[in-house]
């Protein structure tokens, strides 16, 4: 959002919430204007609530006429949960590991929930996912160093 925000030469004020539902009943309460996360996809069905920009690589299938911030921006927000674990950790261990994951991804009620919510399944391989993660590191804390938000040392 800081992004759009330096592009665009946006002033807006961050409203943090504790999670989606208390940022969905600010929106539809008229509190807040604008809600940046994850759509309510009951809520934009019933017509409370409009999705105005998506954040993956390409449309979402759920709402195929609304853009994405990669048509717009070049920016793509996928938001990837990835699994750690200690350096040095067995290979073996790590290929189970990684083999059970990328299983569970591809199970069929797991493909059900992402589309009851209108996401798309994401799969990063480890290596993709280690550099996703290096980079999102370093952007962040461009961000927060932007915003004034690092504190003093």
Do not use: C
């Not at 809600?35 to 017509?47: C, D, H, M, P, Y």
């Not at 990684?98 to 798309?120: I, N």
């Amino acid at each position: 959002m800081d992004d759009i925000a330096r592009r665009e030469k946006i002033r807006w004020t961050h409203v943090p919430f504790k999670g989606s539902a208390e940022s969905y009943n600010a929106l539809l309460g008229k509190q807040v204007d604008i809600v940046s996360g994850t759509a309510n996809w009951e809520l934009v069905q019933a017509g409370r609530m409009r999705v105005l920009v998506t954040w993956g690589p390409e449309r979402n299938r759920r709402s195929p006429e609304v853009p994405n911030l990669n048509e717009i921006y070049g920016i793509v927000s996928n938001s990837p949960w990835g699994i750690a674990g200690p350096k040095g950790m067995d290979p073996r261990v790590v290929k189970l590991l990684h083999d059970a994951f990328r299983k569970a991804l591809d199970d069929p009620q797991f493909l059900q929930v992402l589309e009851r919510v209108g996401m798309e399944p994401f799969y990063m391989s480890g290596e993709d996912y280690l550099k996703w993660a290096r980079q999102a590191a370093v952007d962040e804390k461009a961000a927060v160093e932007r915003l004034g938000l690092a504190g003093n040392k």
